[in-house]
């Protein structure tokens, strides 16, 4: 992936920059410096025109609903985030046209991100059908677009007495799988060509 952008709203040379160290040199020991990574310089440059006033969240939002395709819009993007000091796992998915957050799933005790992964594209799935909804869903991870078209988790962490209920969400997503058609396509997220994944935890 290409290196990111820095705007420099407030500093000794407002601008759009290509590094961090030309970016630095214009905010470091400045008072009241304001500015932002982006992914890449179109991002970037919109951002600087927008001003120091816009607010980050949605002008971030904007600037990768820009950047999709039409289709991509219209779904739904789901992501695990997995805490090495606590072993714990979470998982979240987002409307990609909104940026709402659909639902959250955890904390899970001794859990691994691929279970993770696997778990968000089954609850995604199940809540779409719920709400009758055909639109696609999209994750980053390849192994949960694998194990779901198998209907089977392939890997899991050990048994422990802490994640009983981790088991029994993956027991439930398998029977889920065997047992329901969906019309949802499970699609990867193209993090390369649109940047961070909507639910992307925001923990890298």
């Known amino acids: 992936m290409a290196g990111k952008f820095y705007v420099v709203w407030r500093g000794r040379a407002p601008g759009v920059y290509a590094s961090w160290d030309e970016a630095r040199a214009q905010v470091e020991g400045f008072s009241g410096a304001r500015y932002c990574a982006f992914d890449d310089c179109a991002q970037a440059e919109a951002a600087f025109a927008a001003g120091p006033h816009a607010d980050d969240r ?82 980053d991870s390849r192994n949960a677009i694998l194990w779901v078209a198998q209907a089977k988790c392939q890997t899991a962490p050990a048994r422990t007495a802490r994640n009983g209920e981790l088991f029994e ?23 390369e060509a649109w940047g961070e994944n909507p639910a992307d935890f925001g923990r890298k």
């Open 58 to 139: 949605d002008l971030r939002h904007r600037l990768r609903l820009d950047r999709l395709p039409a289709k991509a819009r219209r779904g739904y993007a789901v992501d695990a985030a997995w805490n090495a000091r606590t072993k714990t796992m979470a998982y979240r998915c987002v409307q990609i046209e909104t940026g709402r957050e659909v639902f959250y799933g955890g904390p899970f005790e001794d859990a691994t991100n691929n279970v993770g992964e696997f778990l968000a594209v089954v609850h995604g799935l199940t809540w779409l059908k719920q709400h009758g909804s055909q639109a696609p869903i999209y994750t």
């Open 169 to 191: 969400r993956i027991a439930q997503a398998e029977r889920w799988l065997d047992e329901n058609e969906y019309c949802n396509a499970v699609l990867k997220w193209r993090t």
